[in-house]
C-alpha cells in the first residue's frame, strides 16, 4: 500500500492546471510549516476554473507573482510566501512556524529574507516568537 503524501496530494489535484501555488498551502509545500489541516489548497489563479477543493485568489496575471517550480509544482518563492501571509494577516501559528522554521533554517538569522518596509513592524512582533519558537 503505497502512502500519499500532501505534496503528491497536491499535485495530483493540480496537475495540468495553470496555478501559482499561495499562502498557506505555498507554505506547506514549501516546507516552512510543521503541516496541519487544510481545508482547500489555496492557489492564485488568472482565471476560475472548477477545480472542487481549491480556493481562488484572482491575480491578472501570474507572471507578476515572485515564484518557482518545485517538485512539479509552481509556488511563490520562500520571501514571497512569507511576505503574502504577512501582508494579509494571515493565522499566527502558520505565520511564526514559517519564520521559526526560516530561521532555523539560516543558521539562526532572518539573513535573506528581504520585506517591505510597510511589513517591517509585523515582522517585529513574529520575529521575537519565531527565535523561541524551538526553545519551549
Not at 23 to 46: E, M, W
Not at 78 to 93: A, F, H, K, R, S
Not at 119 to 125: A, C, N, P
Request: hydrophobic share 40%; with cysteine; charged share 25%.
Amino acid at each position: 500500500m503505497a502512502v500519499i503524501t500532501y505534496n503528491d496530494q497536491l499535485r495530483n489535484l493540480l496537475a495540468n492546471v495553470e496555478c501559482v501555488l499561495a499562502f498557506d498551502t505555498a507554505a506547506d509545500f514549501l516546507g516552512l510549516t510543521n503541516g496541519g489541516y487544510r481545508p482547500a489548497a489555496q492557489i492564485f489563479v488568472n482565471k476560475k476554473q472548477n477545480i472542487e477543493g481549491t480556493e481562488q485568489i484572482l491575480v491578472p496575471s501570474l507572471e507578476v507573482l515572485a515564484c518557482e517550480e518545485r517538485n512539479g509544482l509552481v509556488c511563490t518563492t520562500v520571501t514571497q510566501t512569507i511576505i503574502d501571509l504577512l501582508e494579509q494577516n494571515g493565522d499566527e501559528q502558520i505565520i511564526t512556524e514559517c519564520l521559526a522554521n526560516y530561521y532555523d533554517g539560516h543558521n539562526e538569522s532572518f539573513d535573506g529574507l528581504e520585506l517591505p518596509e510597510h511589513l517591517q513592524s509585523r515582522f517585529e512582533k513574529y520575529k521575537a516568537w519565531a527565535v523561541d519558537y524551538y526553545k519551549e
